[in-house]
């Protein structure tokens, strides 16, 4: 696998909640969310350091074990639970979560797992792009997101409906008929999707946060096949330099109203056949 990857936090003076790590066969992302840094969320590490360190806890579970991408999920957040289960307050609603993407690739398959609303995009041979995404999150939140899209971004009516969204989203997490995500539950793990392709029907693959992925689901200013092609001529850096274009061009949010004016952008390309 031919690997290029970029990731950019939302703005240079925060912290990247965004974990990309691969190894020559294994690639995973995640997309950390939680409370913001100024407000109690019971866990006194923040969303950076829960995001980070269950993404390379399931790296090295990847590397070391053949077991399926839901059990290594399973046991990588019950192992991350327990790195700080005995210092913060995990029943916090407000405490980490993250998305999850892992990709495996092994002698004759590729295997994947999606949790939440990263997108694993599959450039299969003879067909359009297969793009995965977990959409319980963006149904629930079309429930809550009015109040939000009709602020003007930027501005503190904008922050406290954005604070009233996240709440009302809180209710739902990891709860039946809601949405899924990795924070301290084990279970989680048997929510994601999953799959496996046989490696030699696959071109390449790309992998997203939403942060990235807003360029073609969000901004509509590509197809996924454009997308595709922007990775493979241009690399990641591109994709993420054509989100940055856009969201300056749109400060306040007016075009394409969204909860967060910049966000932290990641995206993965690895070439296959
Ligand atoms: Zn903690």
Partial sequence: MRLSLATEPASPDRANEDFIG??????????????PADLE?????????????????????????TDSLTAILAAGIKATASMHDFCCDLSHPGSP??????????????????????????????????VICDEREALTGSR??????????????HLQALS??????????NVDGGFWVAAVDPLAAEQAL???????????????????????????????????????????????????????????GSRWPRGKIFDDATAAYGRII
């Fill in 22 to 35: 691969a190894t020559p066969d294994a690639v995973v992302l995640l997309d950390g969310a939680g409370t």
């Fill in 41 to 65: 969320s019971g866990c006194s590490h923040g969303v950076a350091w829960y995001s980070h360190t269950l993404g390379s806890t399931l790296l090295a579970g990847m590397t070391q074990s």
């Fill in 97 to 130: 979560s993250a998305t999850v993407v892992m990709l495996r690739r092994t002698a004759d398959t590729l295997d994947w797992l999606v949790l939440a609303d990263s997108v694993l995009v599959l450039d299969v041979l003879d067909a359009d792009p297969m």
């Fill in 144 to 157: 809550y997101r009015a109040p939000m899209n009709a602020a003007v971004g930027g501005t503190s009516d």
């Fill in 164 to 173: 009233r969204y996240m709440d009302a989203m809180r209710a739902h997490r």
């Fill in 194 to 252: 999953t799959g496996t392709v046989p490696i030699d029907r696959v071109r390449a693959a790309a992998i997203l946060s939403d942060g990235a992925s807003r360029l073609i689901d969000r901004f509509h200013l590509a197809t996924w096949r454009q997308a595709l092609d922007i990775l493979d001529q241009d690399g990641p850096e591109e994709l993420i330099r054509r989100v940055r274009e856009a969201e300056h061009s749109d400060p306040d």
